[in-house]
């Protein structure tokens, strides 16, 4: 089945620091990839949806200069948290499209804690 | 705008018994599909079953069936025969029309317990 590899699954950051999430299908092209955040016992919150070659759509309320997200290949789309804070601590999790009629994968997930 | 509700924070069941986690959603749109997700304590999404708005018959996937009631929204989970492995969060979630670039919009959550 498809494959969407998710790294790292775990990063500590210092505040102030930048972290890049990297997501990527093994098996199939991904045109689009969505990101999602997750605080701890809460639900998947849309953050933005990339496309291959175009600009990221960042839904209300996320700052898109603090969440770049880049969709460069048809098999990577990353994102990057920058200038982190404590409360940018979460779980982030991509999903993308994949070739069946109503298929997503999704990564595995990571957590980043910024201490 | 769509919308999934789960009312059930949490839910407890008995091993080997079956158990049924509600899911209803909202939509105006004809063609949408519903799927519901499996989430253990380590993250991940699993996916459980599927089923789309203009399928006739409820999905079946194993242990799982997705009871669809198109008229009352509704499109809820039943796990039959429970195992301690089911412990997990369980979401309910929703895609509207059906293009590349719909992604998919939760509701908050079941946290199951499966008690021995």
């Known amino acids: 089945g498809a494959v969407v590899s998710q790294h790292p699954s775990r990063v500590i950051c210092k505040s102030g620091t930048s972290v890049k999430i990297e997501c990527r299908s093994l098996d199939f092209q991904a045109t689009t990839m969505f990101w999602y955040r997750q605080f701890p016992k809460q639900s998947l919150m849309l953050m933005a949806t990339s496309n291959e070659g175009s600009k990221a759509t960042y839904e209300q309320g996320v700052e898109k200069d603090k969440f770049l997200i880049n969709h460069a290949s048809l098999t990577l789309s990353t994102l990057t948290v920058t200038s982190a804070h404590p409360e940018d601590s979460s779980f982030y999790i991509c999903?993308?499209?994949?070739?069946?009629?109503?298929?997503?994968?999704f990564g595995s997930g990571t957590r980043l804690t910024v201490v | 705008a769509q919308k999934i509700t789960q009312t059930q924070p949490g839910m407890f069941v008995q091993e080997k018994e079956a158990v049924t986690l509600d899911c209803t959603y909202d939509?105006?749109?004809?063609?949408?599909?519903l799927f519901w997700y499996k989430q253990p304590s380590s993250g991940e999404m699993i996916f459980l079953i599927y089923q789309g708005s203009y399928d006739e018959q409820n999905a079946t996937e194993g242990r799982y069936s997705l009871n669809f009631q198109k008229a009352r929204k509704s499109a809820n989970l039943v796990i039959s025969a429970s195992q301690l492995g089911d412990s997990a969060m369980y979401f309910c979630a929703m895609r509207v029309a059906n293009s590349g670039n719909t992604p998919l919009v939760f509701g908050k959550g079941t946290r199951l317990s499966v008690i021995a």
């Open positions: 939509t105006s749109d004809q063609n949408y599909g």
């Open positions: 999903s993308a499209r994949d070739r069946l009629p109503d298929g997503y994968t």
